[in-house]
């Protein structure tokens, strides 16, 4: 139980223990915690920020994808107003063409039947010449009295 | 387990056990009746340095290959402590210089293993010594030993001294000694101060060396207290192959539980002192280094 040269053997053995850790073992310890800690710590910042850009990317997406939207709608809008104008162009084009068809073909209609009328005139005239020249035999010379017979052809 | 010793009477078993393997320096012979200061306690200083060993080669090991990977097994529990021991420190010496961690890792880590040789069954190592090896005498737990705690608390005793010369300088570690804790600072009462100043520095000395008296024999106390109920309970248990079948049962089992008890008991004391010891060496350290007048 009493003191004895044990102590001196003890402290300096401590002493020898607590160099040894302090200048062989603990450094690379702890430095191997301090740089995984770092490390640790860059990543969950890392990761925040990409979560961060993701959240942006969507909302950024997202508001593309809507003004796209707006405008596929604008588009669709105005194809639709374009091809009612064109219908509308279109019907009245038509509109135009079928009546200045209808115009052609009425004046036609009226020149075919003021030629047919000259022509039955003209018919009549010979006709009624020719029965003249029946009645009267030769006492009508057809050229003498050609102007009082276009005339009467005329008259018809 | 004390079966063996049943025949010798119960206080020689408790002196054998009491006693350390004593190596006289001054005639080189081993001697269990040595004594005066130039004896070494063999068994304290072996077990303690095996024990000191076998834990720093255990971190030597982690320590080579320590990486910032991913930590694996023995890594994280070495982590574990070192950071447990940095926290500490931290918390108490918030701006410590790089030496207070790893001494309070080493003593206490030290500490703690010397104290567990105390859950070793008492008579295991001493038998093997004592029959196989024709030591008279061992004592396995280097903590029971009053010279392995005063080493111990003797080096921080040191430290606190190199800390506080290397913190304040002879100057202020002068002031401090002569005028903490009573200081008059001013008026007609200042010449009082020459008065005072022998009080400070007789209260400081007493403080100073409480520390490591007190950080020495709360160890051995606690750890000494064990082993010896250890021994006690089993001496009681020695009893047991000779008072027939209620002897077995009474002295033998129940001096078992008994033991087993004890030994769930103590597993508690055994690390509680070991942190003990290792928190009051950063505490003594850190107030080593701050000056008092900076506290005021």
Known sequence: ?156 | MAAAEGQEDSGSYVLHHLTNLKLNLQTMKIDPQAHGFWVINLDSVFFAILLGVVFLLFFARVARKANAGVPTGVENFVEMCVEFVQGRVHDIYPNANSLVAPLGLTVGMWVLLMNFMDILPIDWLPWVAEHKLGLPNLRVVPSTDINVTFGLSLSVFVLIYIFNFAYKGPIGLAKEFLTHPFFVKSGPLVVLNVLLMPVNVVLRLVEDIAKPVSLALRLFGNLFAGELIFVLIAVFGSNAFSHGIGGFVGFGIFGALIQFLWAGFHLLVIPLQAFVFMVLTIVYLSAAATSHSEEH
């Open chain 1, 1 to 156: 139980m009493d003191l004895n040269a044990t102590l001196i053997v003890q402290s300096f053995t401590f002493l020898v223990f607590v160099a040894l850790m302090w200048r062989f073992l603990w450094p690379p310890i702890l430095g191997a915690m301090q740089t995984r800690q770092a490390k640790i710590a860059e990543g969950l910042s890392a990761a925040e920020r990409g979560e961060k850009a993701l959240k942006d990317a969507a909302n950024k997406s997202e508001g593309e994808l809507k003004a796209a939207r707006a405008q596929a709608q604008e588009i669709i809008g105005a194809a639709n107003k374009q091809s009612a104008q064109l219908l509308e162009k279109a019907k009245a084009d038509a509109e135009a063409e079928k009546a200045r068809i209808l115009a052609a073909g009425r004046s036609e209609a009226e020149r075919e039947i003021a030629q047919a009328k000259e022509a039955l005139r003209k018919q009549v005239g010979d006709l009624a010449v020719a029965a003249a020249t029946k009645i009267l035999k030769r006492e009508i010379d057809a050229k003498a009295h050609a102007d009082v017979l276009s005339e009467l052809a005329a008259q018809v």
